[in-house]
């Protein structure tokens, strides 16, 4: 089993910066695309950043210019930084990564607990 342990989440004034991690651990054979979402209060998740193993990275149209995906394929971690954060990006945040057994060539699915990302105007 994979666990996905995000940090870096708290409060920041508008036009401040924040930078969150997410690490995975546990038996596994690779850690395969990985990604960011968020959900605010009384909306659905959505998409904020995704970076594949090799490094392609896909942005919203809401954050793209402001945020930036990058990994460290060697420590499994994913990282988020947020640039001149807004109000609407107050949410919280949930890391999600493909993961692919040590037995098994499917990849599946693993998110992490998420973590509050609160922009205050």
């Known amino acids: 089993q994979v666990q996905l342990v995000e940090s870096g989440g708290g409060l920041v004034q508008a036009g401040g910066s924040l930078r969150l991690s997410c690490a995975a651990s546990?038996?596994?054979?690779?850690?395969?695309?990985m990604g960011w979402y968020r959900q605010a209060p009384g909306k659905q998740r959505e998409l904020v950043a995704t970076?594949?193993?090799?490094?392609?990275?896909n942005y919203s149209e809401s954050v793209k210019g402001r945020f930036t995906i990058d990994r460290d394929n060697a420590k499994n971690t994913v990282y988020l930084q947020m640039n001149s954060l807004k109000p609407a990006d107050t949410a919280v945040y949930y890391c999600?990564?493909?993961?692919?057994?040590?037995?098994?060539?499917?990849?599946?699915?693993?998110w992490g607990q998420g973590t509050l990302v609160t922009v205050s105007s």
């Open positions: 546990g038996r596994f054979f690779r850690i395969g695309d």
């Open positions: 970076i594949t193993r090799g490094a392609s990275t």
């Open positions: 999600n990564a493909e993961w692919r057994p040590l037995t098994s060539m499917r990849y599946l699915e693993v």
